[in-house]
């Protein structure tokens, strides 16, 4: 898939995330630190219709303190493999849920790491099978630096470049 191509996909599915669906996520952005509830709202908006509840019950007994000084901390992180491995520690979140997290509060920084935006990019070829089909720490980097590639290539912001990997679901059209 040429240039154009990749970006006439990125439009088509991006087109059809649902427009409304990060309204909860805007007033996240840029938070120095998350507490219990801010976490349950990105549980709730990205694990929705899977296991959101035991996964909130589970962050929801961590400390509360824990939760904010490892998310403030996160975010302060320059190395970005660091700041998911430290998000990893709030019970709960995992790879995935780590990758919600730095997206709620840096979309423009970070994408959202699951196996449907997976499954696109091993359609579009720009996976390797070796690097595996769910989110997972080691292949993080590669993940992220893939996404922005794409948005980089296709002159479209991350978060869209996010919306229609998640849309397409592994779908070439």
């Known amino acids: 898939m040429n240039d154009q191509e990749l970006r006439q996909w990125i439009d088509h599915w991006s087109a059809k995330y649902p427009a409304d669906y990060d309204a909860v996520l805007k007033p996240l952005t840029g938070k120095v630190g998350f507490t219990h509830d801010d976490l349950e709202v990105i549980y709730e908006w990205k694990f929705s219709g899977l296991w959101p509840k035991s996964k909130v019950r589970l962050m929801r007994e961590f400390p509360e303190q824990h939760v904010i000084a490892l998310s403030g901390r996160a975010f302060a992180c320059s190395d970005e493999l ?9 019970p709960g979140s995992g790879a995935a849920g780590a ?3 730095l997206t709620a509060h840096s979309p423009e920084r970070y994408t ?3 196996v449907r935006a997976i499954r ?12 595996g089909t769910a989110a997972s720490c080691l292949s993080w980097p590669d993940y992220l630096d893939t996404c922005r590639g794409i948005a980089a290539r296709t002159d479209r912001p991350l978060r869209t470049v996010d919306h229609a990997l998640w849309a397409a679901k592994g779908r070439r059209a």
């Open 82 to 90: 660091g700041a998911l491995v430290i998000l990893t520690l709030i």
């Open 112 to 114: 959202v790491m699951d």
């Open 99 to 101: 990758s919600a997290i």
């Open 120 to 131: 696109s990019l091993a359609m579009l070829e720009r996976w390797q099978a070796s690097l």
